[in-house]
């Protein structure tokens, strides 16, 4: 049995409401599993997120990362006090995408303390894997920014 890293139960009605009039609304990032220690989002291969050549952009790849880290520490935290800020993200961009989706599996690393680092899986709508990321976050009171 998995013991849920979540602070609340999660919910992705919720969870897809923090898209509202941001980058991951425009780019058609969609979260769409939680489970006890994961996140999964998608993002389609359209002209908002493929570069000139048209291929799937890399920043895009990094986009749909840093947007699965991000959420994934709010909603570790108690929301209503902590939110996590990005501090490092890299990616190795593994295979090209063309077209489709490209599926995003968040996972914790380290989730003590005032750093969160993720492990981000991107996947293909073949299951290939197309690129690896991790994310660092820190977590700070949230009166920093009211």
């Known amino acids: 049995m998995n013991i849920s890293i979540w602070h609340k139960e999660p919910n992705l009605t919720t969870i897809n ?6 980058l ?4 058609g990032i969609e979260f769409i599993e939680v489970g006890a220690n994961y996140l999964v989002a998608t993002m389609p291969v359209d002209e908002r997120t493929k570069q000139p050549f048209g291929l799937l952009h890399g920043g895009a790849n990094v986009a749909l990362a840093e947007t699965l880290g991000s959420v994934a520490s709010l909603l570790v935290v108690n929301s209503e006090v ?3 800020v990005g501090v490092e993200i890299n990616a190795n961009h593994i295979k090209a995408v063309l077209t489709g989706k490209v599926k995003g599996i968040c996972t914790p690393l380290n989730i003590a303390g005032k750093n969160h680092v993720w492990d981000i899986k991107i996947y293909n709508d073949e299951n290939e894997l197309t690129c690896v990321s991790r994310f660092t976050c820190t977590i700070i009171p949230k009166t920093k920014f009211i």
């Open 17 to 22: 409401s923090l898209n509202e009039n941001t």
């Open 82 to 84: 902590f939110m996590g």
């Open 24 to 27: 991951g609304q425009n780019l």
